[in-house]
């Protein structure tokens, strides 16, 4: 570590991990980019993570910030706050990192002067053996040159995962890139996710994975009342991102739209059934305002999509029930579903579209 500080930290947010959490830290102590300083915010652990933690701090890269339980927000802002390198990355402290993952990042950073490094990752299970499937998320056409997010804004209807890049410090503090700070809430990557490409004009994406993100550790549903309605207020959060910056809204606001379109009926699938309808009817109310203010761009929404909300709009209950006698929210009782609004065409344009969509990625 130099004497100006060091080149990377990464924040690694820690509650009770005690499983997964000494495979996380060793990856980090373990990369070939050795000038790093590691943050563990430690949110009021009551298993054995911080005495994990402690087994590290022997290597003076590595420091500990101790705080009662207030959620991953407020942990990762104070991250960002105690952070004294030039570029901050973040990793998830249920996940691991490949012994390159800062040094490839970095090298993409320094060459393009980029304020953001987005990499790839794979999906990670370690039970009942392990195996690990690249995501997929930076298709050929993005990659390996100097983008700006606003003006191909497709990194914006992709997959969040903050934890598989690289971020230039001062770009965060100016432009005020924090987390929302709700505690014991679920879905605040979307809105940092939303400031970054909100924000970003010099971007690098890379094709490679470097981080594997664990899927052992993944709930299939939501449960909890206090949860059903976060991915909302992250949605709030980017509302008043771009009220403040209405030269940025002018052009951002259909693109935030589409973008809450696509949270809302990935939230609406993982909800017990209980919560759903509820939830739907808040989604039809919501958009209903949004298409009166004008703010909704069609053109951007698939045309499956388009018949869904419309559905939606036009009756949350008919729609919910609709779904429901399709069989669920899986993929044939998916295509069940589209075949019943749309009939065979509708199901054949869609098989089209995703299947030219998939040529378009791979070539």
Known sequence: MNDVGPEITVLIPIFNVERYLAKCLESVR??????????????????????????????????????????????????????????????????????????????????????????????????????????????????????????????????????????????????????????GASYQDAGFNFKVWASAIKAVYLPEAYLHYRQDNETSS???????????????????????????????????????????MWNYERLSAEFQMEFLERMSREFKEHMAEGLVDLDLFEPWKILDLQMILKSPKRYHMHRVSSGGVGGFSKAIHYLRIGGLPLALKIAKRKYFAKEQEDA
């Not at 990355?89 to 800062?102: R, T, W």
């Not at 499937?133 to 191909?152: C, D, H, S, T, Y």
């Not at 449960?223 to 951002?252: F, T």
């Open 30 to 183: 373990s990369q070939t980019f050795a000038n790093f300083e590691a943050i563990c915010i430690n949110d009021g652990s009551t298993d054995r993570s911080r005495e994990i933690i402690g087994a590290f701090l022997g290597d003076s890269r590595f420091r500990v910030i101790d705080k009662p339980n207030s959620g991953y927000g407020a942990s990762m802002n104070r991250g960002l706050d105690a952070a004294r390198g030039r570029y901050v990355a973040i990793v998830e402290s249920d996940d691991y990192i490949e012994p390159n993952a800062l040094e490839a990042m970095h090298a993409a950073a320094e060459t393009c002067e980029a304020e953001v490094v987005k990499a790839d990752f794979f999906f990670y299970w370690s039970q009942p053996h392990e195996r690990n499937e690249k995501f997929g998320l930076i298709k050929p056409r993005m990659a390996n040159r100097i983008v700006n997010p606003q003006q191909e804004t497709e990194i914006f209807y992709l997959k969040p995962s903050i934890w598989s890049a690289l971020y230039l410090t001062s770009f965060l503090r100016k432009n005020d890139i924090r987390f929302l700070e709700t505690p």
């Open 222 to 264: 939501v449960n909890s009342p206090g949860k059903v309605y976060c991915v909302c207020d992250e949605y709030q959060e980017m509302d008043r991102y771009l009220d403040a910056r209405p030269e940025k809204k002018a052009y951002l606001k259909p693109v935030e739209m589409k973008m809450k379109y696509d949270s809302y």
